[in-house]
């Protein structure tokens, strides 16, 4: 075996197999690799070319450490998805220079599609997808150039038949991903770091907000059953904020705890689905008192729902929100409320003061808020995109000053006031209204739709939510941010190619909005096709979610397909060619039933020979019709008119044959 | 003319015993203007057949021994000068003889090997500028040993593709054997055979080769083997069309031995094997010696009609 060679073309589908897999890979690796990659292949086709040698043991392990080293310095690590992958990928580079025989060239192809595979832990949507297909063909093209022989010259030939394999599998690869079972992984592996991810963070300083509404990528779609609600309903929470340090909110752990919240909900449900785009955080969307019954998420004290995985790919989930929600109506505990009322000791004199001021003039917490909304109504206050920068005493500088801010300054500085009056509050963060995707029906939420707005807890009626952005620009809730930006003009002013900035445009408007319903119906139903939907799905075509009923299904299909393609099979040949042809097949099928029929490779006097002693009484008809086939077929250049006496020939030969075979003559054995 | 042609074949039949097939062969690749390959062990007989159709048919008749030492000169013969006349005369070679056995000519260097090879295939020689034609009828007998390959230069592929044909004589049947032992000594019966077919006559019967009918439906068969040959996985490399060629005039002159104006499939599954067993490699063979046995699959593999 050491003797065989890997063949010119197999060896040229192998190295383009290569480019194709480690492409979509390239992107996330330093550029040596590619150089390396470059310098692997021009080394392995000079091997093939017989002008260098293979490189030899000391050199070889060498290669190894350098690797490793090389894996270790760019990726901080040996271990973890990253560096494991990238260590897997120049491995697979290395292999070409100890790739000797068939044997090897396996080796590599079968790593080959493993690769393919590993690049769906990154990425998983459709452009990728359909590229990976592309990598797919090539890498059984390459699996079939091995098989040919080395002197065949036709590379084409081998992408082609790749390329049919590859669709003949297309229904079984869609049967295994219907029926094969989603079993729960044995282990889970960290799923690359995504720290570099736009998105809410889990604080709020000034401007965090007004910057993250600069980028156009999308956040998270949502559907719901039935009707969208308005957007002024479309308060999409995430974060909860409760501590203030003077600048900056951020969460208070002992808020969050999982413990059950009073909740008291009535009215019309709304139920929704979201499928959130990766962050690789774990908080998630819900409207305000949801319930969720998916397994993956837990809700916790402060009415936000956490996945129990960061996001490291999209995530769905759905939950239902009610019409009338009624939050911690009861009351709050001690430690709860000190910890709500917590303010920095020494920041923003001038705003304590106005409070003070505020809660002398207004006997109820809900008079207080209200005219604390009033206040922002009634005073020139500027909703901006671009806040002047703040100092020390940010709240202060902010209400009697600049009097210009994005919504996180109006939720800051009005619960900063609030608390400073005696008034439980927080901050929420989140996200507002939406796109609506008429094509699809669902909303479409980017990150400049990200909010920040309050809650504050009033005795008697709980949690209550509150908007002081709303009663600045109330455009910004009811037709979405870049209404509100228009007289401004800096909506998505930093990002000049994203295609929502182009929604005026009728057409380019509608490509994005089909392209964007493909790709969530590729999460919806493909993506997110989990045990659950795959139980659904059963139940709604079988009427049945057992297993084993599922088995007996699946197995009798898979019989039935193989009992038609046996009856294909056994099916009497289609005759077909020339008169003679015809003839010959139908004589032969004759023959067969008798044990007679024409053997491989046998010409017709051979087989009239053979007829001749197998059925000495026929031998008549068998020299009449074969010596007129053999004159019709070769005696003359093209067939003449002994065509017609074929027929008659055939006829009499068949009417002549006898039911079953006569027992061999005895001196006929040869 | 034709009984002149079957009355060779008993001839030669008789101080061959036993071969007949082979010795049908061998005159099938002379009507069909053919040289032939014959890769057997030493004693064969090789050198006897190629005697015995040399008398018969009336051709002179040269032996070649070729040895690694053997120069074109010697095949095709040199100029000498001439004292009296103050002039080169040309001493013809060998090859101008009628039928030439060039036997073990793997052992000569590619050089000499090519001379030969390319006198068959022009039909003629050039020395020191001047063309000069070969006899007509002109033959060539080539054998070589399939054991101790050591100090030979083996013919390369493109070589080989020359000889229209490649036979094994291989050992006589036990019958055969004995009759050989217990008749006379081959040189008597070899003296004894006379010539049956003047030149004229071969000429004659060569002619009448390219007449034999091959219909359609038979070229279609010609067509699907070698079409198989090169799909299939099996073969390194497919049949040439030389290799078609000499398979469809192979059966012919076949056919004609078999006193039939037509070819029918049974002809040409007859020569297969001697035209394309050498032209033929197996894919996962690299030595080359299993053409004999991938002949036998083509057959098997195409349907004849």
Known sequence: MSAALIPRNALAWLLSAQVVVLLPHLTRLPWWVAVLWLGCAAWRVQIQRMRWGYPGRILRTAGLLLTGVAVFFSQGTLIGLDATVMLLLLLFMLKLLEMRNPRDALVVIYLGFFILATAFLFDQGIPLTLYQCVGAVVLVAALIGLQQSPARNDPWRALRSAAAMLLQALPLMLLMFLFFPRLAPLWTINLPSTESRTGLSDTMGPADIANLAQSPELAFRASFEGDIPPPSRLYWRALTLSRFDGRVWSQDRLLERRQPLAVERSGATLDYQVIAQPTGRNWLYSLPGSVSDSPELRALRDDTLRAKRPLSSTFGYTATAFERVQRQRDGLTEDERQRLLQLPEDSDPRSRAWAEELRQRHASDAELVNALLRHFNQQPFHYTLRPPTLGRHSNDEFLFDTRRGFCEHYAGAMTFVLRAAGIPARVVTGYQGGELNPRGGYLLVHQFDAHAWIEAWLPGQGWQSFDPTFQVAPSRIERGLEEAMREEGSFLADAPLAGSRYRDIGWVNNLRLTWDDINYQWQLRVLNFQSEEQLALFKRWLGTADWRRIGVLVLSLVGLVMVVQALIWLRPRRLSGSPAQLAWQQLDQRLCKLGLGVRAGEGPRDWQQRLRQALPQQRAAIDGFFDRFVEQSYAQRQPGEAQAQLKPALQTLLRSLPRRRPPAPSQALD | ?305
């Not at chain 2, 032996?63 to 009296?84: A, K």
């Not at chain 2, 103050?86 to 260097?109: C, K, W, Y």
């Not at chain 2, 090519?114 to 050039?126: D, I, K």
């Not at chain 2, 099996?234 to 004609?256: H, T, V």
């Open chain 2, 1 to 305: 003319m034709k009984d002149a042609l079957s009355a060779a074949q008993d001839a030669i039949d008789k101080v061959l015993l036993g071969k007949s097939q082979s010795i049908k062969l061998a005159l099938a690749c002379i009507l069909a203007k053919g040289h032939l390959l014959i890769e057997d062990l030493p004693g064969m007989g090789k050198t006897t057949l190629s005697q015995a159709l040399a008398r018969v048919l009336g051709m002179s008749y040269q032996r070649i021994q070729f040895t690694s030492d053997l120069l074109p000169g010697d095949i095709l013969g040199t100029s000498v000068f001439d004292r009296n006349s103050a002039q080169f005369v040309f001493h013809p070679g060998p090859i101008f003889a009628e039928l030439i056995l060039a036997d073990e000519i793997n052992r000569a260097t590619p050089k000499s090997q090519s001379a030969l090879l390319e006198a068959m295939e022009e039909g003629q020689v050039t020395v020191d500028g001047a063309t000069r034609q070969l006899p007509d009828p002109f033959f060539v007998i080539a054998t070589q040993n399939p054991v101790s390959q050591s100090g030979t230069f083996a013919l390369p592929e493109s070589q080989l593709d020359r000889f229209l044909m490649r036979l094994s004589l291989g050992y006589p049947s036990e019958a055969a054997e004995k009759n050989l032992l217990m008749g006379a000594e081959r040189r008597t019966r070899l003296d004894a055979v006379e010539p049956l077919l003047g030149h004229e006559q071969l000429r004659a019967l060569q002619a009448q080769v390219p007449q034999v009918t091959a219909s359609e439906a038979l070229i279609d068969y010609i067509l699907r083997l070698v079409n198989h040959t090169r799909n299939s996985d099996s073969c390194a490399w497919g049949l040439s069309p030389r290799a078609s060629l000499g398979l469809l005039a192979a059966a012919r002159a076949w056919a004609m031995l078999e006193q039939r104006h037509y070819v029918i499939p049974e002809d040409v599954q007859a020569v297969l094997p001697a035209v394309v067993s050498h032209r033929l490699r197996a894919t996962n063979d690299p030595t080359g010696h299993g053409g004999d046995s991938l002949a036998r699959w083509l057959l098997n593999e195409v349907s004849p009609v």
